[in-house]
């Protein structure tokens, strides 16, 4: 929001001030962000657990189908296998479920926007929030101690 000659509002600028004292102190470890217009998810696609034979898939029988459902409640539904099935043999796969929790670094995961075209022109103001589980950290942090004489 722009004032009178172009100058930020009061009400812009408490805005941008509120947003920032919001972020909290891990972003990547969040499964959603509602920051800004622009609503993000972290997202699971369930067939790849199914082609990747995850150890945390189970599955069980009921009224004579089979259930598939995630151990770890990365995704917290139970999905028809025969359905998953079917899905992932269309050619955009069965498609991705909202993540509950993190994902482990053997999902499949990524992070879905929607409503993109509401981004202003500074972008996210939780680019952390994209950072996806690699399995082991991507840096390591070394310090000397210089020894007294």
Known sequence: MR???GFPTIESVERQLRVISDLPLRPQDETECRRCDVHCDKVVH????LEGSCPFLYAYEEVGR???GCMQKVFDVEIDLELLKEGQR???GFGAVKAQRQ???MCKAEVSSC???RT???GCVNPEFFELPQGSPTFRVITRIPAED
Do not use: I, K, N
């Not at 369930?46 to 657990?49: L, N, R, S």
């Open 3 to 5: 004032g009178l000659h």
């Open 46 to 49: 369930p067939g790849a657990c």
């Open 66 to 68: 089979t259930y598939v």
């Open 90 to 92: 269309g050619r955009s």
């Open 103 to 105: 994902p482990l670094p």
């Open 115 to 117: 409503y993109e075209h």
């Open 120 to 122: 202003d022109r500074l």
